[in-house]
């Protein structure tokens, strides 16, 4: 699709979203309710004070703002995009504000964290509320051909991989993770944690030690360790690494289920979600003249290795408006050959990835170097599955590569 064509469909979408704060009936599982509703910076707030039909008692002390249920209590802070749910601390890409006497939430947080599916129909222009399936347990995981079932949540856990690792510490169920791969160091608290070896490599002696009632890994581990948890009556639960983002944010509801983190875990998806989506609309404002080239490092030297278009870091990338010249190719495996023939305007990479490059007469004839446009950066924002692709990954590309619009993220 040509960019005048894209740029016509955005503003027509635009349009039609900001047009859905002015609308105060809401479609809610086939019955039609009202809510007072604005749209601010392409965010539908809605007020405080019409939630209540919906169970949702309000308290508003000294800006501070209580919204709770018998099941999930939301703290929200007035003119800031803070917020706590069930007590686990993440940020939206919008700030709560007070206007007339009245305080204004992020409508679409606030039920998808309640497990709504929030969308528009054009015809009736409302929007729509409609209830997701409720998943209780028993609980069934499935992943490659394997499978277990959950008779209730677990409460202890040995992690086997840093994605597992960081999600169970951004939804609040750290307290549950008893052990970690010697790779697991995100966020700084898992120092805290015991080690027990690597996915491939793991202490099976220490796990089984520690006793957790389940063992839970992001790709695949040997099969004679799967067969002595088993034995060992622990669950042992592998999941494919995710390819794309979306798949990230099933892992993110899905290890939310498993820890009984569900609340939180649904609402940390609607703010990457939403965050995801605003980096779009950014990049959408963009002239096609002004986006950049870019390329992604993950090895170098005696072999290119590069994140090709078939990698959820191909889609952090092109979504915050990098033209990703490693998108010529599927996987990992690259060429110096194509590199030098692209010779992208920036480069993202480590250190040790530029000391690399520069040390080498190969790497000379790179703009980016040349140029002084090597990015340094944590490839583990971009590397690792989990919320910090998002929170770091998307926004360092936006900042970097783009820094005229970094007012507009909001976060």
Not at 41 to 60: C, D, I, K
Not at 296 to 313: C, D, L, P, R
Not at 349 to 361: F, I, R
């Amino acid at each position: 699709m040509k960019k005048s064509s894209v740029l016509i469909l955005f503003t027509i979408l635009a349009v039609l979203f900001s047009s859905l704060g002015f609308g105060s009936t809401v479609n809610v599982d086939g019955q039609n309710k009202e809510l007072e509703t604005i749209v601010v910076s392409g965010r539908t707030f809605v007020t405080a004070e019409t939630l209540r039909p919906y169970g949702l008692s309000t308290n508003l002390t000294e800006g501070r703002i209580l919204l709770s249920n018998s099941n999930v209590t939301f703290e929200f802070y007035n003119l800031s995009n803070r917020v706590k749910v069930n007590g686990v601390e993440m940020t939206m890409d919008s700030k709560t504000f007070q206007r007339n006497g009245k305080t204004y939430l992020p409508m679409r947080f606030i039920f998808e964290s309640m497990n709504y599916e929030v969308g528009y129909n054009v015809k009736t222009k409302k929007i729509t509320l409609s209830t997701r399936d409720e998943i209780t347990f028993p609980l069934t995981i499935e992943d490659s051909g394997n499978s277990y079932t959950f008779k209730k949540p677990v409460e202890s856990i040995v992690s086997l991989a840093p994605s597992i690792t960081e999600i169970l510490f951004a939804i609040g169920a750290e307290s549950k993770v008893v052990g970690r791969t010697i790779y697991c160091k995100y966020p700084e608290a898992t120092s805290k944690i015991q080690t027990v070896g690597s996915l491939y490599e793991p202490d099976l002696e220490g796990i089984l030690d520690l006793a957790p009632e389940a063992v839970i890994a992001a790709t695949h581990m040997n099969e004679d360790a799967m067969k002595t948890f088993t034995q060992a009556g622990i669950a042992t639960v592998t999941q494919k690494s995710p390819e794309k983002i979306v798949e990230i944010y099933a892992l993110i509801e899905q290890l939310g289920l498993i820890t009984d983190q569900n609340y939180p875990a649904r609402a940390l998806v609607s703010t990457l979600k939403a965050k995801e989506q605003r980096i779009k609309n950014i990049v959408m404002t963009i002239p096609e003249n002004e986006l950049k080239t870019l390329y992604y490092v993950v090895a170098t030297g005696n072999k290119e290795y590069s994140a090709g278009k078939q990698t959820f870091i191909h889609e952090v990338l092109s979504g915050a408006g990098g033209i990703n010249v490693a998108a010529d190719t599927d996987k990992w495996a690259y060429s110096l050959e194509k590199l030098l023939d692209h010779n992208p305007e920036f480069i993202l990479g480590e250190q040790y990835h530029y000391d690399t490059m520069m040390d080498s007469d190969n790497y000379k004839a790179l703009s980016a170097l040349k140029e002084d446009k090597f990015i340094l950066i944590d490839s583990n924002l971009f590397s690792i599955p989990g919320p910090r692709v998002i929170d770091g990954g998307m926004k360092i590309v936006i900042e970097k590569l783009y820094p005229k619009y970094k007012y507009m993220l909001n976060y």
